[in-house]
């Protein structure tokens, strides 16, 4: 079971809302480029995260994947390709989270 835990960019913005709103400034010009579309980012936001064990940012993202349109084939096979760069890591610390949480939301 996954243990929710409080939204770390939360935390981020309350304790430093100049550098958040800067940051989200990037985010946003980087979500308006035209070269991916937004459930495809979020799918490399997912491998790249998961290469990391980065579980918590693997969670939101399935999330935000899911409601984009993504399967949960395309979510497995995200992670699962991380093991030709990083090997186990990432599959056995982020794929049991990212299905619990697709299949949760």
Excluded: W
């Amino acid at each position: 079971m996954i243990e929710q835990k409080a939204n770390p960019l939360n935390i981020f913005q309350n304790e430093a809302p100049e550098i958040a709103a800067a940051f989200n400034g990037l985010v946003e010009v980087l979500k308006a480029s035209g070269g991916l579309d937004e459930k495809t980012k979020n799918l490399v936001y997912i491998g790249i995260k998961a290469t990391l064990g980065d579980t918590t940012a693997v969670y939101y993202h399935v999330q935000m994947a899911k409601k984009l349109g993504a399967t949960r084939d395309e979510v497995k096979d995200t992670i699962l390709i991380t093991l030709t760069v990083c090997g186990l890591k990432g599959v056995v610390t982020c794929l049991p989270v990212a299905l619990e949480a697709y299949d949760k939301c």
